[in-house]
Structures are given as C-alpha cells and as structure tokens.
C-alpha cells in the first residue's frame, strides 16, 4: 500500500525489511555481538540513509519541476544547493518523519528544530514520524485492514503466551525432576526452551502456536512486553521462528513513551481497532476498553513465588494447563467472536465507523447477564461497594449489582455462609457462592458452574439439600 504520495518512506521501509531479513538469514554460528556484525550494521544503516537521502534529491527535482509550472519554483541562476533550501521551506514543515536525524522528504536535520511526534524503534533504529504522518499512517493502515477484514491484536509475552524464570531460581524439586536438562534440548516441536545467553528459561504455554496460527487469520499481530529488546526478540523466535505472524512487530519498555506504561501511541493502528491481550491491567491506563485481561500462567515455582502463591507449581507437580479448554484456547473463542460481531454485514454502519471496543464492552456483559447479586461481608464496612473492583467487575459482565435482598436476587456472593444473607439464599434457594466465581467469569468470558465455587462454613447437611439445585438466573 502507498504510505504518502511521495514513496521516499515506503522505499526506507522496504530497504530496511530487506536488510533486516538478510541479517536473519545470516549463518547462526556467529555472535550477535561481534565486530563484523556491527560494522556490517552500520554499513547497511549507511546505504538505507543515504539511498533516502538520493530519493530524496530526486523527488525535490520532480516537486521543483511542478512548482515551475505554477511559478513558484527557484530562480535557474540558483545553484542546486540553494534551491533544495528553497524547496525545502515550501514542501516542510510540517516534517513527516525522521530518518537518522533528517527529514525523509526534505533532508532537513532534525535538530534545527523541536518536531513534535515518536519514534519508532521497533521498526529502525533511527526512524521517528511526526504526529500528523502517524496520524495519516494509521488512517492508511486501517483502511487497509478492513479491506482484508482484520484487526490489530497486541499480545503481552510473560504470564499471558509464556513463562520465564532465571536459572539460579530454579527449585529444589524442580531440579530433582530434570527440569534444567529438559530445556536444554531445545527442541524446536517443544516448549520447554534455555535462552543461552540469558540463563534462564522459557515455557510456551499450552495451546500457543495454534492459537497465534488461527489470530493471524483475523489480526495483524504485535507483541508488546516491558521486557528488554533483546529478550523480546528471542522469545519470538520461540514463537514465530518462520518470522510469518510479526516481522519486525515486536515492541518493548524502550519503545514505550511513559514510564511503566504501554500506549497504543507506538502502534500503527487506530484504538478502534485493536484488542489486548495483558495479564496486568495497570499498565494499560489509558486503554482499557481494548483489554481482554488475561488469566496469569505461572509454570514455574519461582513466578508462583513472586506473585505470593505458596502451593506447588506446575511443574512441580509435573502438570499444565490443558489445550482444549486451557487460557489460550478460552480467548481465542472470544476473539473469534468479536471478529465475527465486527464485520457483521447485516450491520447497518459503515465498517470504518465501527469501534472494537464496543463490541468488546458488548460481548462481555453477555457474560453475567440476567444475574442479580448481593454481597455478604465481602467489602470494608467503612467503604462504598460501588467503589470496590469486584462490585465493578460483576457489572462489566452483565450482572446487576445491590446491596438488600429482596426475591429477584439471583446470586449471594459471602466468604462466610453465617452471615444473615448467606442463610438468607439458602433458606430461599439462591446461588450461595465465594467472589472467586466472579473472577473465573471475568478471565473464562463465560458463566462458571456456580457449585464448583462454594463457601466456607457451609454445613454438610445443608450441602446435601442442593440448596442451589435448580435455581435459574432471571
């Protein structure tokens, strides 16, 4: 697709993929870090800036030529030099971007002046686009998205597709059962992996490979992890080692704009088309109508240990999530089903009017819908329950939240069954469950069994009686 109606960018783009797929095809025995690989590096950056600064003269001789015509074109007495300044300052500003520090259509420097706009790491190293070419950018890129009928999904690495862990916090038990020389096979039809270079070691969670095959029919993927760059490049090798799902699409924290966030600023692609995928929804604070907050995946003893979780790990116990019905196979579904409500023909607005996040918002509270729920003692007393994430959170799935019973209440959520509102729904033959069924509906986007969540304290005879057998959400 054309990026502007001068392709001086889109020739940059192009010469750099090619560059970056040669130096991937590169014989793997020799270290990334070594002498000839950095000169090679910046003899290539060398040939990429100055071919744009050649297109770049070229293309001021076209735009001169034109301007000629509409006689606003430099003398012919003036040497070449002078009429590029010319041309310079009737073509920019604005600035559309910088390549290694100069203007990609004018050749302009950058520091002659504060240009407001990002820059894009990810893609070069050198490369930074001013705010209204981003703009134009993602404006092209959407309409090309659609065309294909896809969105943006930007997926989070640690906890949600993997889990990591530093050789020296390898446990005991973990230890005694191999899990060191395990990874150190590193077969490729695996998931078990030792990143060298690292010392530490990665597992691809359950179910991840198809599920990043079946995305990419949907969604033109990112990854996007405050991990360090390098790490963030070898972890999608593990996972992408065709390089076919990201190319040159994998953001990390140097590429964030504010510190401990993720912004969808550094993506090119409108909020109204992009979902997320995290397993921590603070980093998203200004996008979390895009987030679909993900069920952390703790395979190792030592993420189980960072998170305040003294049970054995998943490897410990030598089991892991089941692909059939695990995470990523949940979500998936759901993906499957926003894409489909999203391009929906029988949908009267135009597909470039549509937002993603409404149909995100709109799938979710199908969730809990038709459910009435009252909380026992499951707040502070000296706090408003409206206020507390759980209350919220049932109300995002569907649920219609209050505070007294009363005979349409579906649903008491207590810690304790002594309460009066506990005895309450069971005398009366209500859901009587503990707040963590609200947390399984909110990761599994789908109603849990209410009686694999029971309440502690409940008497054994009362258990016997079903008390919760056959009641039915209105």
Same mark, same amino acid.
């Given at each position: 697709?054309?990026?502007?109606?001068?392709?001086?960018?889109?020739?940059?783009?192009?010469?750099?993929?090619?560059?970056?797929?040669?130096?991937?095809?590169?014989?793997?025995?020799?270290?990334?870090?070594?002498?000839?690989?950095?000169?090679?590096?910046?003899?290539?950056?060398?040939?990429?800036?100055?071919?744009?600064?050649?297109?770049?003269?070229?293309?001021?001789?076209?735009?001169?030529?034109?301007?000629?015509?509409?006689?606003?074109?430099?003398?012919?007495?003036?040497?070449?030099?002078?009429?590029?300044?010319?041309?310079?300052?009737?073509?920019?500003?604005?600035?559309?971007?910088?390549?290694?520090?100069?203007?990609?259509?004018?050749?302009?420097?950058?520091?002659?002046?504060?240009?407001?706009?990002?820059?894009?790491?990810?893609?070069?190293?050198?490369?930074?686009?001013?705010?209204?070419?981003?703009?134009?950018?993602?404006?092209?890129?959407?309409?090309?998205?659609?065309?294909?009928?896809?969105?943006?999904?930007?997926?989070?690495?640690?906890?949600?597709?993997?889990?990591?862990?530093?050789?020296?916090?390898?446990?005991?038990?973990? +230890?005694?059962?191999?899990?060191?020389? &395990? $990874? =150190?096979?590193?077969?490729?039809?695996? @998931?078990?992996?030792? !990143?060298?270079? /690292?010392?530490?070691?990665?597992?691809?969670?359950?179910?991840?490979?198809?599920?990043?095959?079946?995305?990419?029919?949907?969604?033109?993927?990112?990854?996007?992890?405050?991990?360090?760059?390098?790490?963030?490049?070898?972890?999608?090798?593990?996972?992408?080692?065709?390089?076919?799902?990201?190319?040159?699409?994998?953001?990390?924290?140097?590429?964030?704009?504010?510190?401990?966030?993720?912004?969808?600023?550094?993506?090119?692609?409108?909020?109204?088309?992009?979902?997320?995928?995290?397993?921590?929804?603070?980093?998203?604070?200004?996008?979390?109508?895009?987030?679909?907050? +993900?069920?952390?995946?703790?395979?190792? &003893? $030592? =993420?189980?240990?960072?998170?305040?979780? @003294?049970?054995?790990? !998943?490897?410990? /116990?030598?089991?892991?999530?089941?692909?059939?019905?695990?995470?990523?196979?949940?979500?998936?579904?759901?993906?499957?089903?926003?894409?489909?409500?999203?391009?929906?023909?029988?949908?009267?607005?135009?597909?470039?009017?549509?937002?993603?996040?409404?149909?995100?918002?709109?799938?979710?509270?199908?969730?809990?819908?038709?459910?009435?729920?009252?909380?026992?003692?499951?707040?502070?007393?000296?706090?408003?329950?409206?206020?507390?994430?759980?209350?919220?959170?049932?109300?995002?799935?569907?649920?219609?939240?209050?505070?007294?019973?009363?005979?349409?209440?579906?649903?008491?959520?207590?810690?304790?069954?002594?309460?009066?509102?506990?005895?309450?729904?069971?005398?009366?033959?209500?859901?009587? !469950?503990?707040?963590?069924?609200?947390?399984?509906?909110?990761?599994?986007?789908?109603?849990?069994?209410?009686?694999?969540?029971?309440?502690?304290?409940?008497?054994?005879?009362?258990?016997?009686?079903?008390?919760?057998?056959?009641?039915?959400?209105?």
């Amino acid at each position: 697709s054309s990026l502007s109606e001068d392709d001086d960018f889109a020739d940059i783009l192009d010469a750099e993929l090619e560059l970056a797929s040669a130096a991937d095809s590169a014989s793997p025995g020799e270290p990334p870090g070594s002498p000839s690989d950095e000169e090679e590096e910046e003899e290539e950056d060398l040939v990429v800036e100055l071919d744009a600064v050649g297109q770049g003269s070229n293309k001021r001789r076209r735009l001169e030529e034109h301007h000629q015509d509409q006689g606003t074109a430099t003398r012919p007495e003036e040497d070449a030099i002078g009429s590029v300044k010319d041309a310079q300052i009737k073509i920019c500003p604005p600035h559309p971007g910088f390549f290694g520090g100069l203007c990609f259509r004018c050749g302009k420097s950058q520091d002659e002046e504060d240009v407001p706009g990002i820059a894009f790491g990810y893609i070069h190293k050198v490369l930074r686009l001013g705010t209204s070419e981003m703009d134009r950018l993602r404006g092209s890129e959407v309409k090309n998205l659609l065309r294909e009928r896809k969105l943006v999904l930007i997926l989070d690495l640690d906890h949600t597709l993997i889990n990591s862990t530093r050789l020296h916090d390898i446990s005991s038990a973990e +230890m005694d059962l191999g899990i060191q020389s &395990a $990874a =150190s096979k590193n077969d490729p039809d695996g @998931s078990l992996f030792t !990143l060298q270079g /690292m010392h530490m070691l990665t597992k691809l969670r359950p179910f991840v490979r198809k599920f990043l095959e079946e995305a990419s029919s949907m969604f033109e993927m990112y990854i996007y992890t405050m991990g360090d760059k390098a790490y963030a490049v070898e972890i999608a090798k593990l996972l992408d080692p065709g390089n076919v799902y990201f190319d040159s699409k994998v953001i990390s924290n140097a590429d964030c704009t504010q510190r401990h966030q993720k912004g969808l600023d550094v993506v090119l692609g409108a909020d109204s088309v992009a979902v997320i995928l995290d397993d921590t929804e603070y980093v998203w604070q200004k996008h979390k109508e895009n987030l679909i907050l +993900m069920e952390r995946y703790h395979y190792f &003893a $030592a =993420s189980c240990r960072q998170f305040g979780f @003294s049970n054995q790990s !998943l490897s410990e /116990m030598m089991q892991d999530e089941r692909e059939s019905d695990g995470a990523l196979a949940t979500i998936l579904n759901v993906l499957k089903r926003i894409h489909t409500i999203f391009f929906d023909s029988g949908v009267e607005t135009a597909l470039s009017s549509r937002d993603v996040r409404q149909v995100i918002k709109r799938v979710r509270q199908e969730v809990l819908q038709g459910c009435k729920l009252v909380f026992s003692r499951v707040f502070p007393s000296d706090c408003h329950p409206q206020d507390q994430i759980m209350w919220k959170m049932a109300e995002q799935l569907g649920a219609v939240c209050c505070s007294e019973v009363d005979p349409s209440v579906t649903h008491v959520v207590a810690v304790h069954a002594g309460t009066e509102k506990a005895r309450w729904a069971a005398v009366n033959k209500k859901f009587l !469950l503990h707040p963590r069924w609200i947390e399984a509906c909110n990761y599994r986007w789908h109603r849990q069994p209410e009686e694999d969540f029971p309440v502690p304290g409940l008497k054994e005879d009362k258990g016997k009686e079903k008390v919760t057998e056959d009641a039915t959400c209105n």
